[in-house]
């Protein structure tokens, strides 16, 4: 085996191990995360060096976008052109960035998210603010590293003049790292630096009366001061950022929504787009049209209403369901000596201050060289001028240059530089204008030799060096704030009206749990009776309620449960339709059902209550109130015990009385104030002291003593009694006897058990179904009116072996003369 073919094992865990860990060091380091000093990533210091390097500055004319992309990757980034590219777009557009570091010319793109032209269309040139973030690069002030193939520097970091992480903000993401700065305000910044500078122990509050918080080139109103507080403090903190809008008056009653600032980084075409498909689809009532009116005075989107329609409240909906409003998340993540950290103001602004001693220090290390040269030399010429005739007589009698030049060390005592420079001195400076003009250069230098010593002596006078020219640079480039700020998040609250058109509709819900909402419209062109009502074989309708769409019902079932139901959430069918299960809407277990629909307008304002009955005789008051939710899912409506089940509930205001009327022909009349309001889960108290076997049928609320009371048996015989006769008495008693059934062999049976019962002040048509299916129907008017305890008369023909199971009452009279 050849040595090339000797392997070595290895373990795949730290193969990949070791190289995603030097992957994962290079993004961090290398790509997506800037720097703390000059907040800018590798790319972008690339770009702007490349461009400053070639003299592509804004006193020159522009370039082509594609040769500064192609010196930053033949020189300083390795990679493909398009992230070079995608950089320095980014760079260049004026809603990205608060103070753009390219200026462009040509396409570069729009807030539309269109893409800006190819590199080799484009033009540009650094804008006049990027060249403070390169200022004094020339002076040493920075380190600079070998370039990928070592054939040339780039600089480590720019001395960056101006603290720009803060001023542009940035974003991005890397491996296991994010960052996400926004913006702020130029001279807000400037003024924070010059205050911690002057004061190193200030408070985040006594920072944040300066910065008062980002400032996005698109304008717009900040949210949440709360938010803005964590982000200083910690680095990590959420905002909310909406759009600057006005509402205006038109003429003939309309009003139109005017948008003149977005949120930042939302895509314009995207937000008109969303508010186009909310009036196409209908998902607000009021949007007449939506229309984006941006052009050269700037961004004007126009959503104009119909007349008539709730300004406000489609205005609340839009802001929660587009990007009129979005949530903005700080992560304020930078590199610190090759380290990401999650930084707040305070460290970002401290990193930034560090940065600028160093910048200055060398700066001034550098011009102190350079005065001390020209003073050495300076010093020379002064003495040579001096002692002229002797300098011209030494080098006259000189060999040559290097001859003369060693004579004068010799002879005169000057250094080889000042030798040098003495050599080289034109004839015309021998004149005596110019022999004063050197003398004052010297004193000149040496004044500010000693000014620059003072600066690397004195801490106070290097920060004072900076903030002269933070202030200066402030003066020059800063700008007004651009976002407003509110401390508070407005909650936003979105009425149903605004949603929902407001209709008068019919609900239908049939024995088998079929559901539908029909318009007016469709019941009264189908003849307007509820026998047409579209219901499947052997089905038939148990509730018709005349609702609006802006109403919503409670659904109360035999296990003491209820859902909320939305009325403009059941879906539209035509009268003749079968509708839809129940099921379908909301979540009924198999093993439950419904016992009772009930309409509430706004249950959070009503005084009325909820009285439920059980089979057990058990009776309950709850305040309505209390039934108020925003869940789909089913919500406990009352507490029940093993065994029973609820068989009504009937909205009331308390001041009727409650007749319960048992299996066994027993009943019970009492005041519903006898029954104390209690919570919304609890299990109510005794209405009737039940028989062993026995258990309630119905329940009726009566008042005065107007009326009969109609019991049905299950063979169908039928009787009515006066509610006179049924005395006010306590609740919880065993009550009094209302039907008397027949007993005995040659008795003809009159029925074993009661079915059903009402409560009659006018005819009423009742429908009863059997076992076998049967439907059979009889008026009320039928039943004879006998005493309490009579024995009734056949009234529903049930065949033998048959019984009934179930009645429904049919009335239409208020809705037949709507649907006329």
């Known amino acids: 085996m050849s040595i090339l073919e000797q392997f070595l094992p290895a373990f795949l865990e730290e193969v990949v191990g070791d190289r995603f860990g030097r992957y994962s060091k290079y993004i961090i380091q290398d790509r997506a995360i800037p720097d703390v000093r000059d907040g800018l990533k590798p790319v972008q210091r690339r770009i702007l060096y490349a461009m400053y390097d070639s003299g592509n500055t804004p006193d020159k004319q522009y370039r082509k976008s594609a040769k500064t992309v192609g010196d930053v990757m033949g020189n300083y980034h390795p990679h493909g052109d398009s992230s070079i590219y995608e950089g320095m777009v980014r760079m260049a557009q004026p809603w990205k960035m608060g103070h753009p570091l390219v200026d462009g010319h040509g396409n570069w793109g729009s807030q539309d998210d269109d893409p800006a032209a190819a590199m080799r269309y484009t033009e540009a040139r650094l804008s006049p603010i990027a060249m403070e973030l390169l200022r ?50 130029l001279r807000e910044v400037i003024d924070a630096c010059i ?44 905002i909310f950022l909406r759009a600057k809008t006005e509402i205006e008056d038109m003429r003939g009653g309309k009003s139109q929504l005017v948008i003149t600032e977005i949120p930042y980084q939302v895509v314009k075409s995207r937000l008109v787009t969303a508010m186009e498909n909310i009036r196409l689809e209908k998902k607000v009532e009021g949007i007449a049209e939506v229309r984006d009116e941006s052009g050269r005075n700037g961004l004007r ?92 007589a030494t080098i006259k009698a000189s060999k040559n240059r290097a001859d003369a030049q060693d004579n004068l060390v010799a002879k005169f005592g000057f250094s080889e530089r000042q030798a040098d420079a003495i050599l080289t001195l034109q004839l015309y400076r021998l004149t005596n204008l110019e022999i004063t003009t050197l003398e004052k250069e010297l004193k000149e230098a040496l004044k500010k030799i000693a000014y620059l010593k003072s600066i690397l002596e004195s801490e106070k006078k290097l920060l004072g060096v900076i903030k002269d020219e933070l202030l200066e640079i402030r003066n020059k480039y800063g700008i007004d704030r651009r976002s407003d700020l509110r401390g508070e998040i407005e909650e936003l609250k979105v009425n149903l009206e605004v949603l929902v058109n407001p209709e008068d509709v019919l609900v239908t819900l049939s024995q088998e749990g079929y559901v539908k909402r029909t ?30 769409t802006i109403d919503n019902l409670l659904l109360f079932t035999r296990k003491g449960q209820y859902y909320l139901l ?24 198999k093993d439950d059902s419904i016992v009772s629909v009930i309409p509430v307008k706004d249950i959070q304002s009503s005084s009325a209550s909820l009285v439920f009955i059980t089979k057990r005789g058990q009776v309950k008051r709850t305040e309505l109130k209390e039934y108020a939710t925003t869940r789909s899912t089913a919500v406990a409506a009352c507490k029940v015990a093993d065994g029973d089940e609820v068989i009504r509930v009937v909205i009331s205001d308390g001041s009727r009385q409650i007749l319960l009327v048992t299996r066994q022909g027993m009943s019970i009349r009492f005041a519903e104030s006898e029954v104390n309001p209690m919570g919304r889960v609890a299990s109510g108290v005794r209405g009737i002291q039940l028989k062993d076997g026995d258990e309630l049928i119905a329940a009726e609320w009566v008042a005065e003593d107007e009326g009969e009371l109609l019991v049905i048996t299950d063979i169908g ?19 009094v006897q209302t039907f008397e059934f027949k007993e005995g062999k040659r008795v003809r049976p009159n029925g074993a058990a009661l079915v059903a019962a009402y409560y009659c002040k006018e005819t009423k048509e009742i429908v ?50 709507k649907g006329d």
């Open 768 to 817: 009863a179904i059997t076992a076998s299916g049967a439907k059979l129907t009889a008026d009320s008017e039928k039943a004879p009116i006998e005493e309490r305890k009579a024995i009734g008369k056949l009234i529903f023909p049930v065949e033998k072996n048959d019984v009934i199971i179930n009645t429904l009452v049919r009335s239409m009279t208020d809705v037949s003369q």
């Open 566 to 589: 939305p009325v403009h959430q059941i879906p539209e069918f035509k009268w003749k339709d079968t509708g839809t299960a129940i099921v379908n809407i909301v979540p009924i277990p």
């Open 136 to 185: 004094d690069i020339d002076k040493r002030t920075v380190q600079f590293k070998d370039n990928f193939d070592n054939t040339t520097k780039e600089p480590v970091v720019l001395p960056s003049r101006y603290p720009n992480l803060l001023v542009n903000g940035t974003s991005g993401i890397s491996a296991g790292f994010a960052t996400e700065i926004p913006p702020h305000n």
């Open 717 to 735: 015989y039928a009787k009515r009694s006066l509610l006179l006769d049924y005395p006010i008495q306590g609740r919880g008693g065993k009550g």
């Open 195 to 238: 205050a911690l500078m002057s004061r190193s122990e200030m408070s985040l509050e006594e920072i944040m009366a300066i910065v008062k918080g980002p400032d996005f080139p698109t304008g717009g109103i900040i949210m949440g001061e709360e938010g803005i507080r964590d982000a200083y403090a910690t680095g990590k903190g959420r």
């Open 519 to 548: 318009s007016m419209l469709s019941f009264s062109r189908s003849g307007g009776e509820l026998q047409s009502a579209g219901v499947k074989e052997g089905d038939v309708i148990r509730e018709l309620l005349e609702v609006n």
């Open 301 to 392: 989107i126009v959503v104009e209403f119909k007349k008539d329609a709730d300004a406000q409240g489609i205005l609340a909906y839009l802001f929660k369901k587009t990007d009129l409003q979005v949530a903005y998340n700080f992560n304020m993540v930078a590199i610190v000596n090759k380290t990401p950290m999650q930084l707040g103001i305070k460290q970002i602004l401290s990193a930034y201050i560090e940065h600028q001693k160093e910048v200055v220090t060398f700066r001034t290390k550098y011009d102190l060289e350079k005065a001390e040269d020209r003073a050495h030399v300076v010093e020379g010429l002064v003495k040579a001028l001096n002692i002229l005739d002797e300098v011209i």
